[in-house]
């Protein structure tokens, strides 16, 4: 066959068995050849069944989303050095044999109710099985197993705190040097109540504190089942012996030292009550019965009553109070309606005296038997004394020699003694600063000895009080009052002469004023006089003068001469007065001296037509008068 491209041929399965066919001939239609066996790896022509069974062999029954090198290489997200890739990844995690977790780690159990994690060691004995450590930092726990205990241990080593939370909250906290702290409330024996603190459930559950195997205290129920339950018992031993117990099924009691109640030093007795306060209004001791009723009661003032009967040297005493020897109640015994007497008895001498109750005297003797005070059948008191001296005196004292009757001792500032009438306080006796006071509300005086004075004070705060209180009043007055000093009455006041009118504004009857001292005469012109004396005297509005005075010299013929610079101002036109002249003519022989408020001062006139004199004729005279004249109000 001459080497020549076939362009087309129809070719019968045997009609070439040998040829030679260029590489670009191009065969229409549907040529068939023989199939190789799979794996044959010659230069034979492959048909599409040998393609089809390589290509099945190489996916190996591979799903549909695999069977391609597309599909695998997107499986491989198309990672080219996916081998390097997966070594590095490899690498970093942890082997079987032990690894550093440097990321969070999760573990999740495989099904429910299968083991989540075991932690086993092929460490020595007693060696952490886990240890909590943050990176750089000290180890802060350790989980471990304890062969000799045969235990498992968990917490620190170091000087840090355990702690356990639960919603971000400590709720048992553990510091280093023992100490626990829970926060919320504990069961044991079953769940707590909500405001139980520490719950202790299941019979029998008691809180024992022991020391060396010796139960030193012991709270909780009675008993472990039965009746028991539902009582309570609370123990404190010392050295084997019950100390305080109080059982809710038996006795109660405290075995030794001193019980304080509202003390933390009870000093004074096995049983000491301290109370609130000093109020009457409050209880140190108090008991009551089933229905509320009060029938025992010491109060913080030293109070108190007791209900009923009570009875010393017996249990079953008839009256309120009985002292009794032995079974014979004869001691002392107050009987409502058959009350005969009480004496005190001396033992040593085998005598009564000293006190005395009877139906009509108390009696109160000395130790040598003398009587020293009663109260008689007629209500009297009596000190020093058997009977009274008119028999309407309701307490007498009779002093004892040269001492004081009666001494009233005020322990602070205030009252010493309280009169009253029908129940209503009407005045005390007290002290303030060591003075005497006597009055009643806001009236009365103080006996001032440091002073030597007795002035007003109110009685109740014992405060000094001014111009507030009368001496004496209209219908109640005083006589005569005698007196080696002064008056002195206080501005705007005075001395009132008979009738009723007050001091509210002065009226003609009241003396307001007096006064004497000395003044300097001058002139209306300023023209210099020489006062040789120039003196007052003032009573109420009534002023005198006495003036010796001498014009100095000069020619001012035709000035007035008035005399000025006087005590008081005047409130009249006129008033006249004496005056004597020397060196003046006939027509001053018998001149006047005149106030004339108008002038406001001393006019001389003329005796024979009143006209005002001048200064020139005055001038380098002496002149000396007198004159009574008026104040205004």
Known sequence: MANTKITTAVIKDDAITSAKIADDVALGGNPTTTTQSAGNNTTRIATTAFVTTAVSNLVDSAPSALDTLNELAAALGDDANFSTTITNSIATKAALAGAAFTGDVSVTGSSSGSTVMTLTSNALADTPLMVFQRTGGAVAGKLAYEDGNTAISFGTTTTHELKLLTNNTNRLEIDSSGNSTFSGNVGIGGSPDSDSGLHLKGDGKRILVDSDDYNLVSLGRRGSSGAGLDKAYFRMRNAGTNIVVIDTDGSSYFNAGSVGIGTSTPTTGKLQVKGAGTSSSTNAIFAENSSGAGLFAIRDDGEGFILGNTGIGTSNPAQKFVVAEGTNQHGIELAPGSLSYIQAYDRATSDYGNLKIDAETIAFGTNNGAEAARFDALQNFLIGRTATFTNTHTVEIEGKGSSECLALNARTDGEALTVYRDGNSVGIIGAYGGDLTIGTGDTGLTFEDSADVIHPINAGSGAARDDAIDLGKSAARFKD???????????????????????????SQVLDDYEEGTFSATTAAGISVTTTTGSYTKI?????????????????SGTQLIFTGLPFTGSETFSTGSINFTNLGSSFSDATLNFDTGNGGITVRRNNNGTPASYAEFAGKRIIFNLLYHTAQ
């Open 481 to 507: 009052l005698y007196l080696s000093g002064n008056v002195k009455v206080g501005a705007g006041q005075g001395i009132l002469f008979g009738g009723a009118a007050g001091f509210s504004g002065m009226t």
């Open 540 to 556: 109420g509005r009534l002023v005198f003068i006495n003036a010796d005075l001498t014009v100095a010299s000069g020619s001012t």
